[in-house]
């Protein structure tokens, strides 16, 4: 479903299927953190670096909704993990006015940075409107992709079941062991969560040494079935299968590398908005 977009100091992933909803939804490949890497990959994209709108990440389920230029150059104080975009219908909130809207050739390009943790895209074709979402153990823990399509329902009317979204390359399952305050933090915002947590007594794998109170979390398994309580179509949900703990030849991962970790980009945003 991703196809590998290779340029010269820059290697990307681009979800194939959304092309056709005129929609870009990137995950970049191993690259230097460095001035020229980062423009050579928005270059590539054709886009302007001025319309990229990344917020200050902290774990959480706290969301950022983009009203205009303004009101994101004003958003330093504001810490959150997820942001949500619209081109199209306007939110039924009273705070909001038409002129507030994002429109044309000025909207945004969302993005977010990772290392392990779970990138999730939200578009929605018909109204244009778009999320992206960083969800580590805590985020997802906390819920935070209900809390997007809970947004996107009472803020624009949307339904979920209208969503197309991605479940991005993250740490997978047999390289992500916890332990038991992992499994009790989730038991307190989800009924069973056994359903996306493995303990040591059933094994994943038999190369893993089994330790007393420590689980293996599926975390792109938990975001999915978080998308599915909150009323998403499981046809319109895509979850990549790619492991960046796993694949260190196109992933940096914080579980590998520790504080070395660099980190890959998460970006979306309309095509038909890109600089001619």
Not at 96 to 103: F, G, N, V
Not at 116 to 133: G, H, N, Q, S, T
């Amino acid at each position: 479903m991703f196809k590998i977009v290779e340029q010269e100091q820059a290697t990307y992933l681009k979800f194939k299927p959304w092309e056709e909803l005129g929609c870009s939804a990137i995950f970049s490949l191993k690259m230097r953190e460095t001035a020229a890497a980062n423009a050579s990959l928005y270059k590539s994209l054709n886009i302007d670096k001025s319309r990229v709108v990344q917020l200050k990440q902290v774990h959480s389920r706290n969301l950022f909704i983009l009203k205009n230029r303004e009101s994101y150059q004003k958003q330093e104080l504001f810490r959150a993990d997820a942001v949500i975009s619209s081109r199209g219908r306007i939110s039924s909130l009273p705070e909001y006015s038409a002129d507030d809207q994002l429109a044309g050739g000025n909207s945004a390009v969302l993005q977010g940075v990772f290392a392990d943790c779970v990138p999730v895209y939200f578009c929605e074709p018909r109204e244009k409107i778009l999320a992206l979402a960083h969800a580590g153990w805590r985020g997802t823990g906390k819920r935070i992709c209900s809390s997007v399509l809970r947004e996107l329902t009472l803020r624009y009317g949307i339904e979920p079941e209208d969503c197309q979204i991605i479940i991005g390359p993250a740490i997978g399952m047999r390289n992500y062991q916890v332990g038991s305050e992992v499994f009790r933090f989730f038991s307190n915002y989800w009924d069973d969560p056994r359903n996306f947590f493995q303990d040591d007594s059933r094994s994943c794998g038999a190369e893993k040494q089994e330790k007393p109170g420590k689980y293996y979390l599926d975390l792109k398994e938990a975001n999915r079935q978080d998308l599915l309580k909150a009323g998403a179509k499981e046809e319109n949900i895509y979850l990549s299968p790619r492991d960046t703990f796993k694949d260190s030849e196109m992933f940096y991962s914080y579980r590998r590398e520790g504080n070395q970790a660099l980190r890959m980009k998460a970006l979306l945003f309309w095509e038909e908005s890109k600089q001619d």
